[in-house]
């Protein structure tokens, strides 16, 4: 493993003084600290499936340690880099390697991604964290607000933001082309429907540190109806069919529709123009996993210049939009549509990678492209980190992103009106839905 030296641990320093004083940093690598061929110490948590190809898209810096509590599943990654740091548990990483790193990506199961990326960031990591961003709307605002506080660069894992489909259409909504919008939807999917608790307790298989795995989860005994890939369709760790693709297929919408404006109001600012109103019905509701189909309508009020837009988001063939509204257009298993006063637009892409108009487009002028291009997400990610440009899915954009979804999977299971105020993060006038945007950490664990 490369150790640092001297002028490193001073660059480091330089960073973190700076940030952390409020400065404003230009954008050279030598105004955060780095020489023009410096590369970055990184840690990566989660090293096994998704996580493997995040540890080979950032391997072009310096690797310093790589953590995964599944030494079977990560096998691959960590025996590809035999001369870096391995862990088990990151807090023991980030506690014995703080002055050797730079930046960690995160790529856990949803249930973790919040502590793992909020130590990271308290100690001044620039973060990389997969999608959706966390498991609960809580979490999210804390992820969002601990990077501002810290200053550090982040990016979620939602890697079809490098797309021509993705800037393209969200240039097309942010200049007008397709006039003022008040419909939209976003649907990913089937439903995933009720699971069933295990009664039996097998051994914990000798790979695996079933303790690390639960993490900040509330107890239960291992079983392999929880992992590695199904831990998505149990709400006591993962998010749904809603949470794993909706940061993903709701990404040029949310963009072209400004939400995150609503974030970014002020708390003591009228709460009638910030608050939205969410109903929503599911089928198959159950306590331990997501329901069968979910439709959920979020009635989002005004911003800036933007009317109110009704947005339904839903999961379940029977829960997606009518065929007339998509002009000819397959009406796929995922899609993105935003409903505009001259045309609309379209992608059936789960990860936005393609985008189109539709409608009466002949006298539609094509905007200029004003957002920069040529860069992959986790390219793009590493120059930020370095003083280069900006991330596109920094979680000033995935923070309210992830909370909107997970906000669907409150609205579906609560299945009766309320409203939540994205200024305050609080749900006032349902006790129910008010529970649900956060669950309790064992002993411990805490963000």
């Not at 200049?175 to 990913?188: H, K, N, Q, R």
């Not at 200029?368 to 003083?387: F, L, M, Q, S, Y």
């Amino acid at each position: 493993m490369a150790m640092k030296t001297s002028s490193t641990s001073s660059r480091r320093g330089f960073l973190k003084s700076t940030t952390g004083a409020g400065l404003l940093i230009c954008s050279s690598r030598t105004a955060f600290g780095y020489e023009a061929n410096e590369r970055l110490n990184v840690a990566c948590i989660g090293v096994g499936g998704q996580g493997e190809g995040n540890v080979n898209a950032v391997s072009g810096e310096n690797l310093v340690a790589l953590c995964d509590v599944d030494t079977k599943r990560g096998a691959r990654s960590l025996a590809k880099f035999p001369n870096v740091k391995h862990y088990q548990d990151f807090r023991l990483m980030l506690a014995e390697m703080d002055k050797e790193i730079d930046a960690v990506v995160v790529c856990t199961p949803d249930h973790t991604h919040a502590v793992a990326a909020v130590a990271a960031m308290k100690q001044g990591k620039h973060v990389y964290c997969e999608k959706p961003l966390t498991r609960t709307v809580h979490e999210a605002r804390t992820m969002r607000l601990t990077a501002q506080e810290f200053k550090v660069v982040t990016q979620m894992g939602n890697q079809g933001s490098a797309s021509e489909g993705v800037r393209r259409a969200t240039e097309w909504g942010q200049a007008g082309t397709v006039g003022p919008i008040e419909e939209a939807y976003l649907w990913v999917g089937d439903g995933k429907g009720p699971v069933t608790l295990p009664t039996d307790k097998p051994p914990v298989p000798d790979n695996l540190n079933w303790d690390l795995w639960l993490g900040p989860a509330s107890e239960r005994p291992y079983h392999p109806s929880y992992l590695p890939f199904t831990w998505r369709d149990w709400r006591h760790f993962g998010s749904g069919g809603l949470g794993d693709m909706g940061c993903h297929t709701g990404n040029f919408l949310f963009r072209v529709l400004r939400l995150q404006e609503l974030w970014e109001s002020a708390p003591d600012g009228p709460k009638d123009a910030r608050l939205i109103k969410i109903d929503g019905e599911a089928t198959g509701v159950h306590e331990e996993g997501y329901p069968q189909s979910t439709r959920v309508h979020f009635h989002v009020p005004a911003r800036g210049n933007l009317p109110p837009v009704k947005l339904t988001v839903s999961a379940g063939a029977e829960t997606r939009p009518a065929k007339e509204l998509l002009h000819g257009e397959e009406v796929g298993a995922f899609g993105s549509l935003l409903i505009g006063s001259k045309a609309s637009i379209y992608s059936s892409n789960p990860w936005n990678r393609n985008s189109k108009l539709l409608g009466n487009t002949q006298e539609l002028v094509e905007p200029d492209k004003t957002i920069p291009r040529g860069v992959n997400h986790h390219r793009e990610w590493i120059e930020a980190c370095k003083g280069n440009g900006k991330t596109f899915s920094s979680f000033d954009i995935g923070g309210p992103l992830t909370e909107l979804i997970q906000l669907a999977n409150v609205g579906g299971i609560v299945g009766e009106p309320f409203h939540y105020d994205p200024a305050t993060g609080e749900i006032t006038d349902h006790p129910l839905a008010s529970s649900l945007l956060h669950r309790p950490y064992r002993k411990g664990w805490t963000l």
